[in-house]
């Protein structure tokens, strides 16, 4: 593992599409929130007060100075978030909560065309054992992709740790024949690869943990494969063994961000341990076992509630 101290240095880097959540319950409207998967992610790592730079796209609009806003209040650096003046709006989103309080999503955003949008920063100051995440839609989108392939490249070439979150929506279906190439090119340089059962089902028609398992770990050349099944059960896979882990129940208010938090946890957890890009073969169970606690931990406690992130309460506890 790193130094004594060096983990000081180390840096998280988040990558992620940026909207407004309003959030609607029994055709009401109960709470607008920003979001995004790794904007959420982001934000309850802000509050940990580990050193977060999150990397998107905002429309200089009320909308947009909202969440800037909102992101600099939660410590998040905000230095490699392109804000377009021009001819786009802010990504905004309804998401309708279901009666088990699972949510539908409709998106409504507008960005510049090519070659005006711009993700790609040559100047992203990566180091060796940085972290960096990506997830959703933004992290496939076929407009931008180019852009996110080379940063996953930069940040291969420093030996960073890449932590890929699928996350990929039934709604995306009709596009994945297009979109498959995107995600495998990610898994390529993920360290880390996490994803739901549907989404292993979406894009490679299996729910079987072993089978995912058996299809992409040694392809891919993963260090740790984390399959969650919702509610139920969390499977991890890394090169010296396999775990199931059962979730306690809980009553659940919103679904929005459980993932997302799961994933902050986890990030959590490696920079918390130290854990360098060298190292993860050699972690052993007892780490894990906590690594995996911690993900379920801040997943729970935002389905408890309508925010997108652990509460300033909870970070406080775990604050580093």
């Known amino acids: 593992m790193p130094e004594k101290g060096e983990n000081m240095k180390r840096k998280l880097f988040t990558l992620g599409e940026t909207i407004l959540d309003i959030i609607f319950q029994n055709n009401e409207v109960k709470k607008a929130r920003p979001g995004g998967s790794m904007l959420n992610t982001s934000v309850s790592l802000g509050r940990l007060g580990l050193p977060v730079y999150f990397i998107s796209e905002l429309a ?17 650096l905000c230095d490699y978030i392109t804000i377009y003046k021009k001819e786009s709006q802010t990504g905004i989103s309804l998401a309708f909560l279901d009666e088990k309080n699972e949510a539908s999503y409709n998106f409504y955003k507008k960005m510049p065309a090519a070659p005006e949008r711009i993700i790609f920063n040559q100047n992203l100051d990566f180091t060796k054992n940085d972290i960096l995440a990506l997830s959703s839609f933004f992290a496939i989108d076929n407009n931008i992709h180019e852009q996110i392939n080379k940063i996953l490249q930069l940040a291969i070439n420093k030996k960073c740790i890449v932590y890929y979150d699928i996350n990929f929506r039934k709604s995306h279906l009709f596009q994945l024949d297009i979109l498959k190439q995107n995600i495998e090119e990610n898994i390529s340089h993920a ?46 896979f890394t090169s010296k063994f396999h775990k199931t882990y059962s979730v306690p129940h809980i009553s659940v208010v919103s679904s929005i961000g459980a993932g997302d938090n799961f994933n902050a946890g986890v990030l959590y ?34 389905c408890m509630g309508y925010d997108n992130y652990i509460s300033n309460e909870l970070a406080q506890k775990f604050k580093l």
């Open 60 to 76: 200089d609009d009320l909308a947009g100075n909202l969440i800037l806003n909102f992101l600099h209040s939660n410590n998040i």
């Open 191 to 236: 360290t880390v690869l996490r994803g739901s059962v549907d989404d292993f089902y979406f894009v490679y028609n299996e729910k079987e943990p072993v089978k995912i398992y058996n299809l992409l770990f040694k392809k891919f050349n993963l260090k740790a494969l984390i399959i969650t099944n919702g509610p139920d059960t969390i499977q991890l």
């Open 269 to 302: 957890s490696v920079y918390k341990h130290n854990i360098s890009l060298d190292d993860f073969d050699s972690v052993n169970e007892k780490i894990w076992d906590n690594i995996v606690n911690i993900g379920v931990i801040f997943s729970q406690e935002v």
